[in-house]
């Protein structure tokens, strides 16, 4: 889960090696004006990854690790 609000244009995660492995534009009517955004990492291999929430006026970074 990804927290948004009505500021959230984009979502990207990046390997470790720096590939982008998801990326989504945030449509300001497809989410509440706060709340949380899921992404599936299912698909995702074991390892440690790195999101980027971009907003209107900032860009907020995050880590996590799938095991």
Known sequence: NIPVNENTERIEI???S???VYSTVIA???HPQEGNYLID??????GTYFVKVYQTNSII???FIKE
């Open 28 to 30: 300001k009517q497809c």
């Open 18 to 20: 720096g590939s982008v």
């Open 61 to 63: 970074d995050y880590k």
């Open 41 to 46: 990492i299912s698909q995702l291999p074991v």
């Open 14 to 16: 990046y390997s470790v």
